[in-house]
């Protein structure tokens, strides 16, 4: 059974220093007695999305677009691909397609990467290399020690927030201003 938190942000608090996850936004797309699954949006991979596409032999169509951004997803397989997408008015119906929010799904087929690399069916999209992943319990155990602090999903952050911003634009979203928390956890409320 899905919970609350997601689909939603899990912002890293200060005191989480683990080099993965420091001063991070994650967007938690599953979470679930089983586990747990998300992805980094605020951490660019060292790559540029012409290269991506050019490693998987994609040329972008001419009513197509290339990734508005490469990200690192997180340590979990970096190898692997995931795109994150912003629907427009016709939606990617498949079941390769995984509806985070009513504008926003994700996807690790390749298919539906040329799909919308070549035909542009999506508003904006960006390529996660990589994703987080947590076993059964694992998060719900993280958030009560404190390492994460759970925030409510704005698709304005993952596609419109530069990335150097989205840390405390996210928190700033729960009523939180960053310069007011401290490395035990604790939040001033703006």
């Known amino acids: 059974m899905p919970s609350e938190l997601s689909p939603g942000f899990l912002v890293a ?23 747990s699954l998300g992805f980094v949006i605020n951490r660019p991979a060292p790559v540029e999305s012409p290269e991506v596409l050019d ?21 979990m397989a970096p190898e692997t691909g995931w795109v994150l997408f912003e629907q427009g008015e016709e939606r990617l119906e498949s079941s390769e397609v995984v509806e985070v929010s009513e504008s926003m799904a994700v996807t690790a ?17 960006v390529v996660a290399l990589g994703y987080a992943g947590w076993g059964p319990q ?26 150097a911003d989205r840390w405390a634009a996210a928190l ?19």
Do not use: C
């Open 138 to 163: 694992q998060l719900d155990g993280e958030i009560a020690q404190g390492a994460w602090i759970p925030v409510d999903l704005d698709t304005r952050v993952v596609f419109d927030t530069p990335y």
């Open 109 to 125: 087929s390749r298919e539906m990467l040329t799909s919308i690399v070549t035909q542009s069916r999506v508003k904006r999209f």
């Open 172 to 190: 700033r979203n729960l009523g939180i201003d960053p310069a007011r928390l401290t490395s035990t956890g604790s939040a001033g409320l703006s």
């Open 13 to 35: 608090a200060p005191a989480l220093l683990d080099p993965n996850f420091h001063r991070t936004v994650v967007l938690l797309v599953d979470h679930r007695d089983q586990g």
């Open 55 to 75: 490693a998987l032999g994609l040329e972008v169509g001419e009513h197509g677009s290339a990734p508005d951004a490469v990200l690192v997803g997180g340590p």
